[in-house]
């Protein structure tokens, strides 16, 4: 089964900004006089494929389960987790550390193997889990309450 990640306003921002910060950088190019033209090709050439990945992870996230497998990816990031070596996940966290391969905030923070960690955001965190706890079902879920003090 295949989920979509999901895409939070800060998350769309972000894309937003670094468009606009491209953009900018590849007109900018143009109007240096002094530099050679092939300069402002190399340049503009890097900008354009750093653009071209930021849009690819953006866009080109997303979570499959099958054979007993969650096979991760996002944009040219792969990665493959056994659902069978999963210990703990934690809902509605956001990760800072760890492999961090979803695109918006409150997803699953998924723990596995030997103390590794991997954040995820699909659309549903609900029907995401479904799926898994019907493989694995010794799995520790915990909804993470965010504790503000007053």
């Known amino acids: ?5 999901k895409k939070d306003q800060s998350a769309k921002a972000t894309i937003i900004s670094f468009c606009i910060l491209f953009a900018i950088l590849i007109g900018e190019s143009f109007l240096f006089v002094n530099f050679s033209i092939d300069y402002i090709i190399v340049f503009d050439s890097i900008i354009l494929l ?3 990945l930021v849009l690819w992870v953006y866009f080109g996230t997303s979570y499959k ?3 007993n497998k969650i096979y991760i990816r996002s944009g040219p990031f792969f990665k493959k987790i056994r ?3 999963i210990k703990k996940i934690i809902v509605g966290k956001t990760s800072s550390s760890g492999s ?3 695109t918006a905030r409150r997803g699953l923070v998924i723990y596995y193997s030997k103390e590794k960690k991997t954040y995820i955001s699909p659309k549903s965190n609900s029907k995401f889990l479904e799926v898994i706890e019907k493989i694995n079902s010794s799995i520790d879920i915990h909804k993470y309450e965010r ?3 007053k």
């Open 1 to 5: 089964m295949k989920f979509r990640a």
């Open 50 to 52: 750093i653009w071209l």
């Open 65 to 67: 389960v099958e054979n």
């Open 83 to 85: 659902i069978r070596s």
């Open 100 to 102: 961090i391969l979803g």
């Open 147 to 149: 504790h503000i003090l």
